[in-house]
């Protein structure tokens, strides 16, 4: 049977309690952390650093943390936020001058590398570094924003990543990001993504669990 992840974005969480409402999060049934960090410079927004990497790690919290780049330059906050207990780094190859070393720095602080590609980026950046990544992140939104909506065409994008890693034989994990909800999980799913990202349909809900388990429903489908 295949496994979902469900990656609650800690970019809708709340910041004045935040080891809390994580804790809470991965309490009523996440598999995985979600950072969204943005740099004022690559995407139009400024959210949090390594500094709350580690102080989530030193708060307790022991499930596997995915940080998502969204700056540029790339390589300093990589080795940044390895240092400070991430497990899994992507990053967007526009924002990286050599996007193999990029990677390379990733695997080498014994991270999980992935690439993440905005709606117009297209699959082919992929060709030369495929069989080096863990995952590949499909923005289903623009980046910069949470609680955009999902962009529909993207489907199509997922389809033909998924036809591409399964020509080559990998077991490249296919995550998405933005506009996630329950009522379109299942086609995102059936689409080839297996991991998935949700902020405000998760942390802005009253019941996390009860969110949650939307999703798992709509998932086993």
């Not at 240092?83 to 990677?103: C, K, L, N, W």
């Not at 990733?106 to 570094?129: E, M």
């Amino acid at each position: 049977m295949q496994e979902y992840l469900i990656a609650p974005s800690i970019l809708s969480a709340d910041f004045a309690r935040l080891g809390q409402d994580v804790e809470s999060v991965l309490q009523a049934g996440a598999d995985v952390v979600h950072f969204d960090v943005m740099d004022n410079h690559y995407v139009p927004n400024l959210t949090f650093g390594p500094m709350i990497c580690e102080a989530l790690r030193n708060y307790g919290i022991s499930a596997p943390i995915d940080v998502h780049l969204m700056v540029e330059p790339v390589d300093t906050l990589i080795g940044s936020f390895a240092d400070a207990g991430a497990d899994m780094i992507s990053f967007h190859p526009e924002a990286s001058r050599h996007v193999h070393r990029s990677i390379q720095l990733i695997k080498d602080k014994g991270c999980k590398p992935g690439l993440a590609l905005n709606p117009a980026t297209p699959l082919s950046v992929l060709d030369h570094v495929i069989e080096s990544l863990h995952h590949v992140l499909i923005m289903t939104v623009n980046p910069g924003f949470g609680g955009q909506a999902f962009i529909p065409e993207m489907q199509d994008k997922i389809r033909q990543l998924r036809t591409y890693i399964d020509e080559k034989g990998l077991n490249t994990v296919i995550e998405v990001d933005g506009g996630i909800k329950a009522d379109n999980i299942r086609h995102v799913a059936d689409a080839g993504a297996t991991m998935f990202v949700a902020g405000s349909a998760i942390f802005n809900q009253p019941d996390y669990a009860k969110a949650i388990h939307a999703f798992r429903q709509a998932l086993a489908q």
